[in-house]
């Protein structure tokens, strides 16, 4: 839930959703790849299907011929409408072209496209189909078919369409190159790997023909391999960016970031120093690396370049955050807010910062801020509940989680902290059946199983607190907190103690500094009578935890077992200095002859400090 430094620091996403067809991690766009030897602005393992003609095509020779004049004239309307972006009135005319000449291979690849590009699959591939059946068929209309094939899933047909085309023009590359990718997304890597090799036969100098070898590669895990073909593909063409990208996540996946450094700089320093993306990968990678005095250098650079650069203004104040040098990360971030007040996100960001300076009035101020910008913004009330919850302001917590639940109820994070909320107000009851709900969303959480078991625990339904946790290490068998909660409750009421002993062995194996843990530890050794091993546990628990009444309580308890008794009254007063309100210890430290622990002055000064009144109610911890 809580924003970090290395989420995306984007502003203003557009509220719609962009529609595409992908086959596995390749894009199923696969057309003209390769036509053009100068570097492509964006991955060309992502480029799209083309949703418009460029605007310096010339008329299509299949339709100079139509019998009907007028099916040119509505060809002209709908190229115009493709050139203003308009596809429903380009699918309007060309319809109505192609019923003056019906057999045109042109006005159906188009028309294919169109429907593809709006989403409309199953008419993509009936006009994709009439296309390819067409007698005057051309090997760039066939690349084009097989995209819209490969879109569809019809990966057979898309295949066979490639095909066509390198038979029709052998001496091309966009058909092996496409036919590579689609190869690639089917994991039939040496395929891929072979129809690559023969379009680089065909232009031995082509940086995208490598660069795709190299991601191959990358699939194969033949990392040598990928590096080489990236690098010979930047050989090539300086100016081939894509390579780069490539070529330093390589690098970073190896671990090697200084040399993924190295590629970034290097392109920023011979290619293109204004390029945006590129220097926000660096910047990304530096921070990644907590390299953040390097990462505000880069960041410096981009706002020389544009000083609106809004997106850098927020990494700046992240990187303030990160180095808790509080007051700048707070004052870049007010900033902000000054041009864009309505950037939710941004202020989210300042409302932390404000927590971490313990300023907690203003910290509320900036989420009811954004709470009353967009009372449905579910990440408002999840940070404003999550404040009350530390304020001990439970009432005012219920409230937001409540109203997150109903914002988004299949988000396993509002369950359980409205749960801990009601767990924290003892109405474990509440508490329970917010689990249970938060489950039925979200059953392979292994956190609102455990919750739940706790919540049973409280209400005295045991054999479901087993059932929960078992259910919680069924989903998670290294759920420490669970291997410790079950062994520690088998322990304590004696039940099946060597099972319990195992279960709490493997916790303390997966978190051995955890005092609660060794605490469990040591009472499953109690339980067993192995008491010299529980007094060694339990000293090592008390060593780590300095503040836990049942640690001392428990010692207490081995102490006595011992024959210990002034140890074990030691014990059980330190345990009353940290909680004096337990009165079975008091009782019992009376019934074992060690007097009236009340009466005892270090026991009576910590009730006082328990039950004086607080005169810093907001005060936290």
């Known amino acids: 839930m809580t924003p970090s430094i290395h989420e995306s620091a984007s502003l203003s996403a557009p509220s719609g959703r962009l529609r595409f067809v992908r086959i596995g991690r390749w894009s199923a766009g696969l057309l003209l790849l390769a036509s053009c030897s100068t570097a492509p602005q964006r991955d060309p393992a992502s480029v799209a299907l083309p949703d418009k003609p460029s605007a310096g095509a010339s008329t299509p020779a299949h339709l100079v011929h139509a019998t009907d004049p007028r099916a040119y004239y509505h060809f002209i309307l709908g190229y115009q409408a493709e050139l203003e972006k308009d596809a429903d009135r380009a699918i309007r ?31 993509a591939v009936r006009f994709a189909d009439r296309a390819s059946e067409s007698g005057d068929q051309d090997a760039a209309t066939l690349v084009q078919v097989a995209g819209i094939y490969a879109g569809a899933g019809q990966t057979d047909k898309a295949l066979a369409s490639f095909d066509q085309a390198i038979a029709l023009q052998p001496a091309g590359t966009d058909a092996y190159f496409s036919k590579g990718l689609l190869l690639v997304g089917l994991k039939r890597l040496e395929e891929a790997e072979a129809s690559l090799r023969k379009g680089i036969e065909q232009a031995k100098d082509s940086p995208l023909g490598y660069y795709y070898l190299g991601r191959v590669a990358v699939e194969a895990k033949q990392y040598e391999q990928a590096i080489a073909n990236l690098e010979r593909a930047i050989a090539i063409n300086q100016s081939f960016d894509p390579a780069y990208v490539a070529l330093a996540a390589v690098y970073e996946s190896q671990q090697q970031h200084a040399k993924a450094v190295g590629i970034y700089r290097k392109y920023l320093t011979i290619v293109n120093p204004g390029n945006r993306d590129v220097r926000q990968h660096l910047v990304r990678l530096y921070i990644a690396n907590k390299a953040y005095a390097e990462a505000l250098a880069e960041l410096d650079v981009a706002l020389a370049q544009d000083p609106d650069d809004l997106d850098a203004q927020l990494r700046v104040g992240l990187i303030y955050g990160e180095l808790k040098d509080y007051p700048k990360a707070i004052a870049q971030l007010n900033k902000i807010l000054a041009v864009r007040p309505g950037e939710l996100r941004v202020r989210d960001y300042l409302g932390l910062m404000y927590e971490e300076t313990k300023d907690y009035p203003r910290a509320l101020a900036a989420y009811e801020q954004n709470l009353a ?85 409280k209400l005295d339904r045991f054999d479901e607190v087993v059932q929960a946790m078992e259910a919680t290490l069924r989903l998670d068998p290294h759920h420490a907190d669970a291997l410790n909660y079950l062994g520690y409750s088998y322990a304590d009421r004696g039940m099946k103690v060597d099972e319990a002993l195992n279960l709490i062995k493997r916790a303390v194996s997966l978190k051995p500094n955890n005092g609660y843990y060794v605490d469990s530890l040591g009472w499953a050794f109690f339980k067993l009578g192995q008491l010299d091993d529980a007094l060694a546990e339990m000293k090592r628990a008390a060593s780590l935890v300095h503040d836990d009444p049942v640690i001392y309580e428990h010692l207490g308890e081995i102490y006595l077992k011992q024959n210990l008794v002034q140890d074990a009254r030691e014990a059980w007063l330190h345990s009353l200095e940290l909680d004096p309100t337990n009165l079975k210890l008091i009782e019992r430290f009376r019934a074992q002859g060690m007097g009236d622990a009340t009466a005892e002055e270090r026991v009576r000064q910590a009730k006082r400090r328990v039950f004086q009144p607080h005169t810093t109610p907001n005060a936290m911890p």
């Not at 509940?385 to 001990?392: A, C, P, S, T």
């Not at 009432?395 to 509002?414: G, I, M, S």
């Open 93 to 123: 005319e060309y319809s109505t072209a192609l019923r003056g000449d019906p057999h045109s291979i042109v006005l159906n690849a188009r028309l294919a496209s169109l429907y593809f590009s709006i989403g409309e699959v199953a008419k």
């Open 373 to 457: 910008l967009q009372p449905a913004y579910i990440d408002g009330h999840m940070h404003m509940g999550f404040l009350q919850y530390r304020l001990k302001h439970y009432p005012e917590a219920v409230a937001h989680f409540t109203e997150a639940v109903k914002l988004n109820p299949r988000q396993p994070d509002v369950h359980l902290l409205l749960g801990l909320t009601y767990l924290q107000t003892e109405q474990y009851a509440k508490a329970s059946q917010v689990f249970e709900e938060g489950i039925r969303y979200n059953p392979g959480n292994p956190d609102l199983h455990f919750n739940l078991g706790t919540a049973y625990d």
